[in-house]
């Protein structure tokens, strides 16, 4: 519990959204992205809580106010596989007048077809799979990725999906694979412990 108040205490929350916010993006972290917990009696600042701040400090740099972004939330792998339907997309940067924005001239390009947007938060490690293909991996499992422009960098490190598509196997038109795609991997953001 000492290393969730160090963390609390790195960010100084302004208010009750900002404390659960970030009690929730620890949890994460230890749940779904952490390896195996040091051993009892480590006081070093490591493991769950120094990825945690790694986390949150690119997801701070990803957002459009450079604030905590309450309104989204972290989705785990097998929560995305088996709870979201339908395809959709997240993408963190946009303000609510650049979505709008975006949804406008979609409407007018590809009407009745605009991804609706979710506020989830994918965080993961990137891996490879079978035939070279990409795979966002955490403790719950993982999906297969398209990258349009991807770095090695990014392979076996936790990672940040600022902007994503998500399209299920089963989706009309969509490959029996199903997975993100057609995401702006080029902000995709390594998340470095160092």
Sequence with gaps: ME???LFLDQF???GEAESLWLQQMFSFVSDHLSGPAPPADDT??????????????QLQQSCV???LPVSY??????????RQHLSCFSNLSWSTNQHRAWVREAELSAPGQVLPRVSLLLIGCLREGRDGEWRLT??????????????????????FLPHWNYIPHDAPGSEAAGGLGGADWSSCSAVSRS
């Design 3 to 5: 290393s969730l108040q």
């Design 12 to 14: 100084q929350p302004s």
């Design 44 to 57: 070093s600042l490591t493991g769950v809580y120094q990825l945690s701040v790694c986390v949150v400090k």
């Design 65 to 67: 106010s450079h604030s």
């Design 73 to 82: 939330r972290p989705v785990c792998v097998s929560e995305l596989l088996s």
């Design 138 to 159: 955490d403790s719950s499992g993982s999906v297969r990725c398209e990258c349009l422009s991807p770095s090695p960098l990014w392979l076996n490190r936790p990672v």
